[in-house]
């Protein structure tokens, strides 16, 4: 469709007047700015749309008014670093692909199952038996890098000495003759090995027009290129862990709030996983845990609330 192309025809949908700039349409037909603003369907979907298609979707969109009047976001998850594109309504059971006020709001009955990945191996996934949560070889790798990255850190310590050396004699005019004692060195530069490369949330959906979510890719953490540390990355990885594991939770909460997580060892394959579960622990020891931990100023006061209200389902 053209950039000037329709000379305010009116919509065919409600007949307001569409704008002559960048129209959006239906089936090749240009439609109004309010009637865009109602559409919240996956890529492909509108293109596919007759106008009486559109008509019905506009009618289930408003049927879905009541649901997006009661939604109260408790809980936001971000794909990217720009923005949440997710959120649940928790207590009511509700969520929302995109955080746009304007998106639809399912319920939790249109969720059926999910997934969260890293680099094509399951790290969480819901499961008749509850909510499987995989090992990660990741912080094994990391560590495995210590040497590596010892090695690179004294070599850029010798570099910034050799270079903190040039400009002192230079600034005593020691090299005016044009030589000098002082051997180069080129700046080292940091071999990463590859360890991650991204995580993908897959979400399987059963409503009138999402299927599912897939392949919504989120960064995984990096080392610094000139001063890397294998704590500093775990410390990231281990945060990236905690979102997915929340994000993983609430989504359970959804598909079955009484389901136990049940924990796989690297040793045991996805497919074996279905028959090893791990009895619910009892709260008032996991609580006690938790209070040991947050006296050795291990994590704080907030998140040992938190794990507490988790723990005793408040």
Same mark, same amino acid.
């Given at each position: 469709?053209? /950039?000037?192309?329709?000379? !305010? !025809?009116?919509?065919?949908?409600?007949?307001n007047a569409t704008p002559r700039l960048f129209p959006d349409g239906?089936?090749?037909?240009?439609?109004?700015? +309010?009637? +865009?603003? !109602?559409? #919240? /369907?996956? #890529?492909?979907?509108? *293109?596919?749309?007759? /106008?009486? #298609?559109? %008509?019905?979707?506009? @009618?289930?969109?408003? *049927?879905?008014?009541?649901l997006r009047d009661s939604f109260d976001a408790t809980f936001s998850f971000s794909y990217s670093d720009w923005g949440s594109d997710f959120q649940m309504d928790v207590p009511k059971k509700l969520f929302r692909i995109?955080? !746009?006020k304007e998106s639809l709001v399912m319920e939790s009955s249109c969720l059926k199952a999910f997934r969260i990945l890293e680099d094509g191996k399951v790290l969480f996934e819901s499961s008749p038996e509850g909510l499987n949560i995989y090992e990660s070889d990741t912080p094994s790798r990391v560590q495995a890098l210590a040497p590596l990255v010892s090695q690179f850190r004294v070599q850029m310590q010798q570099y910034e000495y050799m270079e903190k050396m040039e400009k002192k004699m230079k600034e005593m005019g020691e090299d005016k003759s044009g030589s000098s004692s002082f051997t180069y060195m080129s700046r080292p530069e940091f071999e990463e090995q590859p360890i991650s490369n991204d995580f993908v949330i897959e979400m399987t959906l059963e409503h009138p027009y999402w299927s599912g979510v897939h392949s919504r890719n989120r960064r995984a953490p990096k080392f610094d290129q000139s001063y890397p540390s294998v704590q500093d990355f775990l410390r990231s990885y281990q945060k990236e862990m905690d979102a997915f594991y929340a994000m993983a939770a609430n989504l359970m909460i959804l598909i079955n709030p009484d389901a136990p997580e049940v924990h796989?060892? /690297? @040793?045991?394959?996805?497919?074996?996983?279905?028959? %090893?579960?791990?009895?619910?622990? #009892?709260?008032i020891e996991e609580i006690q845990k938790y209070k040991a931990l947050l006296d050795s100023g291990i994590i704080t006061e907030e998140e040992f609330t938190a794990k507490k209200r988790q723990l005793l389902g408040i």
């Open positions: 469709m053209g /950039l000037f192309s329709n000379s !305010k !025809k009116p919509c065919p949908i409600c007949g239906v089936a090749g037909i240009p439609i109004c700015r +309010e009637c +865009e603003s !109602k559409i #919240d /369907l996956p #890529d492909g979907v509108q *293109e596919k749309m007759t /106008l009486d #298609d559109f %008509r019905q979707y506009l @009618s289930f969109y408003q *049927e879905n008014q009541i995109n955080t !746009k796989i060892p /690297l @040793s045991v394959s996805p497919d074996a996983a279905a028959v %090893r579960t791990v009895p619910t622990a #009892d709260p």
